[in-house]
């Protein structure tokens, strides 16, 4: 699952759960991509414990940057994006077409520039990459090895010609 949209329409819905209001119209989609950053629980219905810490620091403290660690937590979890740290740090002139590459290499579906700029914009924000719309490079702001230290041991070997995807079969097996 990818982002097809903004944060904030993201953040909108989040709200709406944490607030207890009724899903809104369209908020399906946008409740199955925080259950994927793991904000919301499978129920898509519930904060996950992330969740419940993005909305109290966000919504109920008013405290942007403490909303926005636990949005740089869940985003490391997010597999597009370890992809693209992992397939991307250090790579000098990399550009969102390198990043729907490597998306598109690592099998991930729904893949448009729409969705690439979303999730590059997502990642601005989290503090992993740095780009914006005016200058075209993006350049991966951690390098994998720290992004794993900051999120936990790593969970398996992965060789370096095709670390993402060792991961995520790894995880399938279990």
Same mark, same amino acid.
């Given at each position: 699952?990818?982002?097809?949209?903004?944060?904030?329409?993201?953040?909108?819905?989040? =709200?709406?759960?944490?607030?207890?209001?009724?899903?809104?119209?369209? @908020?399906? $989609?946008?409740?199955?991509?925080?259950?994927?950053?793991?904000?919301?629980?499978?129920?898509?219905?519930?904060?996950?414990?992330?969740?419940?810490?993005?909305? *109290?620091?966000?919504?109920?403290?008013?405290?942007?940057? +403490?909303? @926005?660690? #636990?949005?740089?937590?869940?985003?490391?979890?997010?597999?597009?994006?370890?992809? #693209?740290?992992?397939?991307?740090?250090?790579?000098?002139?990399?550009?969102?077409? =390198?990043?729907?590459?490597?998306? =598109?290499?690592?099998?991930?579906?729904?893949?448009? @520039?729409?969705?690439?700029?979303?999730?590059?914009?997502?990642?601005?924000?989290?503090?992993? #990459?740095?780009? *914006?719309?005016?200058? $075209?490079? #993006?350049?991966?702001?951690?390098?994998?090895?720290?992004?794993?230290?900051?999120?936990?041991?790593?969970?398996?070997? +992965? $060789?370096?010609?095709?670390?993402?995807? *060792?991961?995520?079969?790894?995880?399938?097996?279990?």
């Amino acid at each position: 699952m990818l982002p097809d949209r903004g944060w904030p329409s993201y953040e909108d819905a989040l =709200r709406r759960v944490g607030e207890r209001r009724p899903a809104a119209k369209g @908020d399906d $989609p946008l409740r199955a991509f925080l259950a994927a950053a793991g904000l919301l629980l499978e129920d898509r219905k519930t904060l996950s414990e992330a969740g419940v810490a993005y909305f *109290n620091a966000k919504f109920i403290k008013g405290d942007a940057a +403490a909303a @926005d660690a #636990v949005l740089h937590r869940g985003v490391m979890d997010f597999p597009p994006a370890t992809a #693209v740290v992992q397939l991307l740090a250090g790579v000098p002139c990399a550009d969102r077409a =390198r990043v729907e590459t490597v998306l =598109r290499s690592q099998g991930f579906g729904g893949v448009t @520039d729409r969705v690439v700029a979303f999730l590059v914009t997502l990642m601005d924000r989290a503090g992993f #990459v740095e780009s *914006n719309a005016r200058s $075209p490079p #993006v350049v991966v702001l951690v390098l994998p090895a720290t992004a794993a230290a900051e999120t936990g041991p790593p969970r398996g070997f +992965a $060789p370096p010609p095709t670390p993402f995807r *060792n991961e995520v079969w790894r995880r399938l097996a279990h």
